[in-house]
């Protein structure tokens, strides 16, 4: 299972980025995929996670991002996206993606990682 994140760079507070995930090598009915990202000195937070059963998608967010940050993923193409909107400074951070199957919560045990991208909000 291969798992690459893009789409991160230096945005302005309050402007929107859209983060992608292109997962492969996996064709698993029953699995979770998140965002974790993690700050310069703090750890590694779980900030949004997608869970999908055979009976269907639930999302999942932290208090710091929910109703900012969307999760969602493309059916055809096995990418996953997380939607970044009114970003600030505090949401400064290197972001990974991460996927698992057979759980249905995100959690930093997860078994394959991504590479991260770096999320750059000057204020």
């Known amino acids: 299972v291969q798992l690459q994140a893009s789409g991160g760079g230096l945005v302005q507070a309050g402007e929107s980025l859209r983060l992608s995930c292109a997962v492969s090598g996996f064709t698993w009915g029953y699995y979770a995929i998140g965002w974790f990202r993690q700050a310069p000195g703090k750890e590694r937070e779980g900030v949004a996670c997608l869970s999908i059963s055979g009976s269907g998608e639930r999302t999942y967010y932290s208090d710091s991002v929910k109703d900012r940050f969307t999760i969602s993923r493309d059916r055809v193409g096995h990418t996953v996206y997380l939607q970044m909107n009114t970003l600030g400074p505090e949401d400064t951070a290197v972001y990974y993606c991460?996927?698992?199957?057979?759980?249905?919560?995100?959690?930093?045990?997860?078994?394959?990682w991504g590479t991260g991208t770096l999320v750059t909000v000057s204020s």
């Open positions: 991460a996927t698992e199957a057979g759980i249905q919560r995100c959690d930093d045990g997860m078994a394959y």
